[in-house]
């Protein structure tokens, strides 16, 4: 049974860093074309963080977290990683981990992604 399981996830101030975990469990992880963070905030859509390819070779972020989070892959480990930094008030969500399998065309799409992570929670006060 393939798994994703994220920690790292808590309280901090602005500020503030945390780094998030997402390890796989069930499938060679190197087999993840693509893996991705989402956030959900309560009463928004889920949010296209941050991805990145099979290899670490190529990272993505969306405009708001970019210079603020890192993502990277540790293949040995079985384990995506994403550092958050000089977090904000509005980084307040549930961050999910998701992987790619197979075909995708956009990457930034919930949709694209058929494996998920339950969510860890992240809250960043004022």
């Known amino acids: 049974q393939v798994q994703l399981v994220e920690s790292g996830g808590g309280l901090v101030q602005a500020g503030g860093s945390l780094r998030l975990s997402c390890e796989a469990s069930?499938?060679?992880?190197?087999?993840?074309?693509?893996v991705g963070w989402f956030r959900q905030a309560p009463g928004k859509e889920r949010e296209f963080v941050a991805a990145?390819?099979?290899?670490?070779?190529?990272?993505y972020y969306v405009d708001s977290v970019k210079g603020r989070f890192t993502i990277s892959r540790d293949n040995a480990k079985n384990t995506v990683y994403l550092q958050l930094n000089s977090l904000k008030p509005e980084d307040t969500a549930v961050f999910y981990c998701?992987?790619?399998?197979?075909?995708?065309?956009?990457?930034?799409?919930?949709?694209?992604?058929?494996?998920w992570g339950q969510g860890t929670q992240v809250t960043v006060s004022s």
């Open positions: 990145i390819n099979w290899n670490g070779g190529s990272t």
């Open positions: 998701a992987a790619i399998t197979g075909y995708y065309s956009d990457y930034r799409r919930a949709g694209m992604y058929d494996t």
């Open positions: 069930g499938r060679t992880f190197s087999s993840y074309v693509m």
